[in-house]
């Protein structure tokens, strides 16, 4: 302290300040452990054997006291402090020591006892009855909560537990300790209607007992029979036990993500939709070897794999088919629980009124609630009323439907609340008498920090009329969003951020390893400059076919098939054209096929209502002329939603010879009808494609 400051400016800590650093201490106690922001404060407390700011502060300020008591008569600070004793004034330290005293059951020290006690001797009886004080609260705390029934049960000292580690395991197995590790059976307490059944075997509810001690599915075995011992809360089995619960928490974790990762468990949508990236599908790859590709003369195959992994885990991003990080702003959104897609708050018809468009669409990045639809007043004048409906982008199902008057300006005939799921999307329209000109000025739009991304906007309930949503657009229909019952699993995914990230980089890492080497032994890999998601599939093409003409690998034509197909290349060898023909496009084809705006074919930037013709994905012959074109081309075509139709919209372009055989060739799982030997079969798994082989070899038909 310096000559002349108060000495109370510096040893009576303000309450918001004392409350700011206990929850600063415990946030970082929670990073240290590696666990969620749900975990139990005595749990954090208890296994790091840390004391509260307030109980530090009672044994350094009452301790403190006594070492002035102590001091020679002639100290100033002694005469200080013994003036204000005995003349009874109350000062801020005054007021906050004998606080301290009756909170942890400290009785007050005479002049006289003092100067017979050593100072060490009254520190350590301090330090004492705070700690039992302390001890006693905390217990108190930790047996009211349900969570740490278990916990409670063995942990009755505040002291630092010695298995922690910086590991993945370690923070699961504080989670696990303190009744919060997120299971499927924790996790439905805050998300309604979550499958329970274990991630890892699929046969029991995935709850902590089952995935330390009993399933099937992650490994090592269990070594321990009890979930206290496991946990390190019984010395049965030490340490070695304790460990074993690690690597058990860790692969029940990872068997978690990958199962995520495959499209396999997609949060609160509900939705089991598969996508692949091909750098993961190294099975489908060695089926395609040991079968079709096996043995076939005077051809050279490649598998197109993208270079670079999405680092970003599925969980995190924007949607399940790009790689661009979904990071909503929490600071933001805790404070703006509902909001409304569009407001409009002035008036202004100069020089002259503006279009307004009669909906939009949006797709939702985590639950929401609609509770109000509206519409701009504008529209209300003259009209007996306006119908406005929430509308499935995907199924075109009215989710709910409300009249608004002019007379009321309130809704008329619908009250229920619509949830949106994750990835959901949505159209809101209005119908009715509606005017197609407003003076409203340009509307602001809110995306709820990131909750959501406007999407089209529409003039009337056409997809093929609609346009790429503008932000400098006029809605005449607005929406009300309420985030408040999805909030705690908001902010448990954010929370989350980091361990998935961990995982999900642990990941990918064994993937490249797995993948460098299965390039450096079969060698017929062709790893192409794109990060390797769904959406960048186009790129991927392109990519190849600039491989081709760099290295001038010479070739007549070109069959692209995907890697869950089955191709019969000598019959194809036998029916392509014999006579060299130039622009050649063999396959079954897609003619007049609508273009999908939503969904995982959605397409944005294409305006026309249809597609032009397109060869089916699964599998297709390009003439060498064709693939070259494309190749030198590459930096001028824009990538669509798919490969499929990239190829269409860009071929067009050169008005190619289409040989449309749907005969012969199959787009999806079945056959053609009456067809025992087509050229190809899709969609099947790399036990089907062997299986076909198989059957294949001794009949010589894939059907």
Known sequence: MHRGQHPARHYSTQHRTREFLERRQRDAGRMALGVHKNTPV??????????????????????????????????????????????GISTRWTRRTANLRRRYEVSPESIASAAAQPVSTRTARIRAQVTKVETREWLEGAKAKPSLDLYSATKTTIGREKFFDNSLGSGL????????????????????????????????????????????????????????AALGSEEAGGAAWVDNAKRRLEAWWRHAALRRRDGLNKGGSGSTEQYGEARENFERRAAAR??????????????????????????????????????????????NLEFYATTAKTRDCFPRKRSLYTGFSFEVHHPLSVTRLGVLGDILSGSIGITVALIDAHTREIL????????????????????????FEGIVSLSGEIVTETCAAPLA????????TYERLYVDH??????????????????????????????????????????????????????????????????????????????????????LLQRSI???????ADDDSLV??????????????????????????????????????????VYPAFACGSAYVLSRELVLWLARNKNYLHSYQGEDVSMGIWLAAVSPRLINDPRNWSCSYGCPDGVSRPYNRAQLSPQEVRSVWATFKKHKKLC
Request: charged share 25%; with cysteine; aromatic share 10%.
């Open 42 to 87: 005595e749990g954090i407390q208890g296994d790091l054997g840390w004391s509260s700011f307030t109980a530090r502060e009672a044994v350094a300020k009452l301790s403190y006291e006594g070492r002035l008591l102590r001091l020679p008569d002639t100290n100033l600070a002694h005469q200080a402090l013994i003036h204000t004793i005995y003349s």
């Open 173 to 228: 197995l504080e989670e696990a300790r303190l009744g919060v590790l997120r299971t499927r059976v924790w996790r439905a307490k805050f998300t309604a209607g979550l499958d329970t059944t274990c991630t890892a075997c699929g046969a029991a509810e995935e709850t902590t007992s089952h995935v330390v001690l009993e399933c099937p599915a992650v490994a090592p075995a269990p070594e321990s029979h009890t979930l206290s």
């Open 290 to 335: 040991e079968t079709w590709l096996s043995g076939a003369s005077r051809v050279k195959s490649f598998f197109i794999v993208g270079r670079d992994a999405c680092r970003v885990p599925p969980e995190d991003r924007v949607d399940p088919y790009v790689c661009e990080r979904w990071e909503p702003n929490i600071t933001a959104i805790n404070e």
């Open 400 to 423: 709910r439907k409300v009249v608004i008057t002019m007379e009321t300006g309130t809704e008329d005939g619908g009250t229920t609340t619509a949830t949106s799921t994750e990835y």
């Open 445 to 452: 739009w809110n995306n709820g920090s990131n909750l959501l």
């Open 462 to 547: 056409e997809d093929r009329n609609s346009v790429v949503w503008m932000p400098e657009a006029i809605s005449g229909v607005g929406v009300h969003f309420v985030i408040s019952d999805s909030l705690p699993s908001l902010l448990d995914h954010v929370d989350d951020a980091e361990m998935r990230q961990a995982v999900w980089d642990e990941l990918v890492d064994e993937e490249q390893r797995k993948l460098d080497a299965e390039v450096r032994r079969y060698r017929d890999i062709a790893l192409v400059p794109v990060v390797d998601v769904y959406r960048t599939l186009p790129r991927k093409l392109l990519h190849f076919f600039d491989h």
């Open 554 to 560: 010479e070739f007549d034509y070109l069959v692209k």
């Open 568 to 609: 019969d290349l000598l019959g194809l060898r036998n029916n392509v054209p014999k006579k060299k023909q130039q622009n050649i496009w063999w396959s079954t084809f897609r003619e007049n096929w609508p273009v999908i705006r939503y969904g995982k074919w959605g397409e944005s930037t294409y305006r026309a209502p």
